[in-house]
């Protein structure tokens, strides 16, 4: 009798071990919201000024950005996955810049918004851990003016509880997305390579 208890040891174990592992596969699955008043979006473009000896960078933010990341039980990108940016409110330092870009670069009265739909998220821990850092890569798909293209962001993502703070970049050419170059008064050159920045507060909703 002894002998026969002792063979269902393995087996109890290893159906431990399973129930385990499946309810840490149910913790996985998660909905992380964009937290609209920390998170801000940017573009720097490399210019040339007249009057000036050097280069500098024409940045413009906008914190209207929303959307969410939907994480399936193996921690990948699901259905419902999005983030959106309203173009027609960013802003930099030069009015006529702005209205440049509004008007010709993006044509914001026809295309108002920008969308990136995640696909993979290589090399991020499943579960998301409660606190630490981790390198991002964010792998995906981005649309402007009606052109889609694949993208990949680089970044740190810092996890604290149920917030998950993301800080990325990407970069690309006007003509990947089929856009106007801008030619802008007292700019004597702008450089051919976009650089989009993201900070990002992420709060768990379910």
Same mark, same amino acid.
């Given at each position: 009798?002894?002998?026969r208890?002792? +063979?269902?040891?393995?087996t109890?174990?290893a159906l431990?071990f399973l129930?385990?592992?499946a309810l840490?596969?149910?913790a996985?699955?998660?909905n992380? !919201?964009?937290v ?5 979006? +940017?573009?720097?473009?490399? !210019?040339q000024?007249?009057?000036?000896n050097f280069p %500098?960078?024409a940045?413009?933010t906008?914190?209207s ?6 994480l ?11 983030i959106t ?7 930099s ?16 009265a026809t ?5 990136f739909v995640? +696909? ?6 499943n579960?998301l851990? +409660? ?7 964010i ?6 003016? %009606?052109?889609?293209?694949p993208?990949t ?5 810092e ?6 703070r993301?800080q ?5 050419k006007?003509?990947e ?7 802008i ?11 989009l ?8 909703a379910?």
């Amino acid at each position: 009798m002894h002998c026969r208890r002792m +063979r269902w040891i393995p087996t109890l174990v290893a159906l431990l071990f399973l129930g385990q592992a499946a309810l840490m596969a149910v913790a996985a699955a998660a909905n992380f !919201e964009i937290v609209l008043s920390a998170s801000e979006a +940017r573009y720097r473009v490399r !210019e040339q000024l007249a009057g000036l000896n050097f280069p %500098n960078d024409a940045i413009g933010t906008t914190k209207s950005i929303s959307g969410m990341i939907v994480l399936d039980t193996h921690g990948r990108p699901a259905p419902g996955s999005k983030i959106t940016v309203d173009l027609r409110t960013l802003r930099s330092d030069e009015g006529p810049r702005d209205n440049y870009l509004r008007q010709n670069t993006l044509t914001t009265a026809t295309f108002p918004r920008a969308e990136f739909v995640p +696909r993979e998220l290589p090399g991020l821990p499943n579960p998301l851990p +409660r606190s630490g850092q981790a390198n991002a890569q964010i792998l995906g798909d981005m649309t402007l003016r %009606n052109v889609t293209r694949p993208v990949t962001w680089n970044g740190v993502a810092e996890f604290g509880g149920d917030t998950v703070r993301l800080q990325a970049a990407t970069a690309f050419k006007f003509a990947e997305f089929e856009l106007t170059q801008p030619r802008i008064f007292r700019v004597l050159s702008i450089d051919d390579n976009i650089r989009l920045e993201v900070d990002l507060t992420l709060r768990r909703a379910s």
